[in-house]
C-alpha cells in the first residue's frame, strides 16, 4: 500500500470516545503485563507455534516486548492525531460535542490507526469471548462499540486503496 491523505470526518464526542479508549489499549500494552498472563495481550502477539508450548515460551520471550512496543506507538500516533479532535466542552448540553471535525491522516498514520483499530478490535473480542460471528449480542452495548471499530476500520480501508 503507497497510500495518500485520509481526511477523516467524525464527531467531536466520537473523537473524544475513540481517544479514551486508544488511551486504555495503550495503558494494556505498556508491557507490565505479560502474555501468558492475559488472553488479550496473548492474541496480539501470537505464536507461530501453537501445538509447542516451549517453543511458544521461547518466540514469545523473543519478540512480545518488541511487538507490544510498536502497537504502543501506533497507538500513541493515534492519540496525537485525535488530539485536537477529542477536544469536547464541558457543558454537555454544548452543541459542539457533535460537530464534525476533520482529521488528516498522511499514509504512515493511516498505517498506525490500521494496525491500532484492529488492535483493539482484537482485545475487545478477546474480552467479549467472540471466536464466531454468531458470538454477537446486540443487547449488549459493548458489541456496539466493537461493530463501530470495525465500521471505522473498515472506511479507513477502502479510503485508503482509493488512492
Not at 500500500?1 to 479514551?20: K, P, Q, Y
Not at 505479560?34 to 507455534?49: G, K, Q
Not at 485525535?82 to 457543558?91: H, K, S
Request: proline share 7%.
Amino acid at each position: 500500500m503507497t497510500g495518500r491523505t485520509v481526511v477523516l470526518g467524525v464527531a467531536r464526542l466520537e473523537a473524544a470516545h475513540l481517544s479514551a479508549l486508544v488511551g486504555q489499549f495503550a495503558e494494556l500494552v505498556d508491557g507490565s503485563t505479560p502474555a501468558d498472563e492475559d488472553p488479550a495481550i496473548a492474541r496480539l502477539v501470537p505464536t507461530p507455534y501453537p501445538d509447542d508450548d516451549a517453543a511458544a515460551r521461547e518466540f514469545r520471550s523473543l519478540t512480545e516486548s518488541d511487538l507490544l512496543t510498536r502497537r504502543r506507538a501506533d497507538a500513541e500516533i493515534v492519540l496525537l492525531s485525535l488530539t485536537e479532535a477529542a477536544g469536547i466542552p464541558d457543558d454537555p448540553e454544548d452543541p459542539a460535542m457533535l460537530e464534525q471535525v476533520e482529521i488528516r491522516l498522511e499514509p504512515d498514520t493511516v498505517r498506525a490507526w490500521l494496525r491500532t483499530l484492529a488492535a483493539v478490535r482484537l482485545v475487545m473480542a478477546e474480552r467479549l469471548e467472540i471466536t464466531e460471528a454468531e458470538d454477537h449480542d446486540p443487547g449488549d452495548p459493548r458489541f456496539g462499540i466493537y461493530d463501530w471499530l470495525g465500521y471505522r476500520l473498515d472506511g479507513l480501508v477502502a479510503s485508503f486503496d482509493e488512492g
